[in-house]
């Protein structure tokens, strides 16, 4: 009987478990069939809006009824805009009526584009139809109008629209009511414009160029002189530029701070200062620069240019016994000479103004009260092997993890010597930045270059591998060859090193690509010259001016081989004179250039510059007998 119980409590329980399932399950039904009603209405309605608004829109627009289409458009977009951000981000709804105006006004500016674009190009007359649709289509055909006007004014202001077309234009437009507040004014503007248009256009050519504070100063005079049309766009383009050219130029001001160029940065930051009077950042600049600048007049001496090869890096090798070569300590001597005898270094391309390819300007030079110029030349970096393995030269320059320029060479034991005081560049460098008036304006010096063998010590085309290797075959090392991809990474390392140079106030020049004897080469060897010059290493460096002649080797500036250089862009030449000498010749500046060396201040007077005996290792480094000195003691 219990059994029979327990059966009957178990199929009851089933049976009620079974109904709970059942009940869930037909909720769970209903929810979803209730969820897919209401998707099934809103596509519906969805559905009925896209089919119904723009396809009825279109329609009144095709039938002419214009205020129908208006209507339509209205309905829509007082809902969209009565909305609020939120309602329209999250309302799919919304969107699609925002989407459906966005529709409605593309139809209209096509229309209107093609009426605006005839009446342009063609002197189009309106239709009655093309001025019914414009009139009666209200604020849809009204704000494209006055800023398509408002641009034709500004297109005739700046020259690239033509006063007879401009005033037909405005002619028509008046016919159009809801615009009639724009066209009345800017019609009766014109004459205005047209008086303003050379003052603006000047404004803009300076902008083009990049020459922003003429373009400033261009528009501050317009905004005084008009008013209206002309004075508020004036001021506009004011803001414009301001903002364009706030950040650039103060970094440009910030950079030649860096670069010890002064001068230029004390002026440009000086423009800057009248524009944006108040501005901290450009004041304190400014008061940087003019800490370190002085009163400058115009110079109407000699130009000393002196010219010295590499230096000796390790003596050891005896390069000093060839008598062709400064050491280190040489060198600097000779710079703290230089520079306590009121010598300032100067940029070779300041006396000459060759912003035409056809004639040369002569430049007068200035250079701060109480200062001679001078002109350094290195030449002839190219880093043979001959030379450089065999004398104690360095062999390559390099750049060191600040970014310097250094010299580097491998010493007896193998070690790798590197640094800024192995090499003239970079023991100048160092100079100019302890004493920053030993240059004017941050010039350095001029680097000349050939391409025989390498050039910074690095083989840059398949020209140079053969010539290399051979070299350095012939000063016992080992036979070296150059792949394509190591060629191109000494092209790369080779312009990072120039960028470098130009940028820290060097000029680069050729010494021919062969370092070949210019006197006596005729036509079709300094063509084949030049070219592989200008193909192989000027691409590294951008337009080259300044050629240094190998040896002073010079050609005459009426010679056909000098004219072809000048037709490619060589106008500045160095020959060599142990005595000051320049000279302007038929687009070309000439100078001489005396060669320094322990061989030259040994056996020559340059008195003139500095006291020999305070350079050259020999006097400094003699040695004083016993004697000798007993009797300066004595004495």
């Known amino acids: 009987m219990k059994r029979t119980e327990d059966n009957i409590f178990d199929n009851y329980e089933k049976k009620s478990r079974k109904g709970v399932g059942h ?34 829109f279109q329609a009144a627009m095709d039938e002419g009824r214009y205020t129908d289409a208006l209507d339509i458009y209205r309905s829509v977009h007082d809902i969209v805009v009565a909305s609020d951000d939120s309602a329209l981000a999250e309302d799919s709804t919304l969107q699609m009526q925002r989407a459906q105006m966005a529709q409605m006004e593309q139809i209209v500016n096509e229309r209107l584009l093609s009426i605006e674009e005839q009446m342009r190009t063609s002197r189009y007359t309106p239709s009655t139809v093309d001025l019914r649709f414009m009139n009666e289509m209200g604020e849809l055909t009204s704000s494209q109008i006055s800023i398509w006007l408002n641009d034709l004014s500004t297109e005739f202001l700046l020259g690239t629209i033509e006063k007879p077309d401009l005033v037909f234009i405005f002619e028509q437009m008046s016919q159009v009511g809801n615009v009639s507040a ?4 800017l019609l009766h503007e ?33 905004c005084q002189n008009y008013e209206g049309f002309v004075y508020n766009y004036a001021v506009n383009r004011l803001t414009e530029i301001k903002d364009i050219m706030y950040e650039p130029m103060l970094a440009e001001g910030e950079h030649m701070l860096e670069r010890y160029r002064y001068f230029s940065a004390e002026s440009l930051l000086s423009d800057l200062a009248v524009i944006f009077p108040d501005d901290n950042r450009i004041n304190s600049d400014l008061l940087e620069a003019t800490s370190h600048t002085t009163q400058v007049a115009e110079y109407t001496g000699t130009v000393e240019v002196l010219s010295i090869r590499q230096l000796i890096a390790d003596p050891s090798r005896g390069a000093s016994n060839t008598g062709l070569y400064l050491s280190t300590d040489e ?23 060759m912003s035409e390819d056809t004639f040369m300007t002569e430049v007068n030079l200035t250079v701060p009260v109480g200062k001679k110029p001078l002109i350094l030349v290195l030449d002839t970096f190219d880093y043979n092997a001959g030379s450089t393995y065999n004398y104690g030269l360095c062999t390559q320059l390099a750049l060191d993890e600040q970014g310097n320029v250094v010299g580097q060479y491998v010493a007896p034991d193998g070690t790798l010597v590197s640094g800024r005081d192995l090499e003239a560049i970079g023991i100048l460098d160092a100079f100019v930045e302890a004493h920053p008036d030993f240059s004017f304006d941050g010039a350095k010096g001029v680097i000349s270059i050939c391409g025989y063998e390498s050039v910074f010590g690095y083989v840059i085309s398949s020209d140079e591998a053969d010539d290399r290797s051979e070299a350095l075959a012939n000063v016992g090392r080992p036979n070296v060859t150059f792949t394509e991809n190591e060629i191109a990474a000494n092209r790369q390392t080779v312009s990072e090193i120039m960028s470098v140079l130009q940028d820290t106030g060097w000029k680069l020049a050729s010494s021919t690509y062969g370092n070949i004897n210019a006197f006596e080469a005729d036509m079709d060897t300094i063509v084949a010259d030049t070219q592989k010059w200008m193909d192989q290493i000027e691409t590294l460096i951008g337009d080259v001016h300044i050629i240094v002649y190998p040896g002073g080797n010079y050609i005459y500036g009426t010679d056909p081989r000098a004219q072809y250089l000048k037709e490619n862009g060589f106008r500045i030449f160095f020959g060599m004179g142990y005595n000051p000498y320049h000279i302007y010749g038929d687009n070309y500046l000439y100078y001489d250039r005396t060669p320094i060396s322990e061989s030259t201040l040994a056996t020559n007077d340059y008195s003139r510059l500095f006291d020999v005996t305070l350079i050259l290792d020999s006097y400094v480094n003699a040695v004083v007998p016993a004697d000798e000195t007993q009797q300066q003691e004595t004495v």
């Open 190 to 222: 014109i004459e205005t414009i047209e008086m303003a248009r050379g003052e603006v256009q000047a404004a803009e050519a300076s902008f083009d160029e990049g020459d922003y504070v003429a373009s400033v100063h261009g528009y501050e005079l317009v």
């Open 331 to 353: 060198f600097t001597r000779m710079l703290e000479q230089l520079y306590a005898n009121d010598y300032v270094l100067v940029d070779a391309e300041t006396m000459a103004d």
């Open 182 to 185: 724009t066209t009345t004014p």
């Open 23 to 56: 009940i869930a399950s037909a909720i769970v039904c209903g929810v979803m069939i209730v969820a897919i009603i209401g998707v099934l209405i809103w596509i519906n309605s969805t559905l009925k809006i896209e089919s119904g608004v723009v396809p009825d």
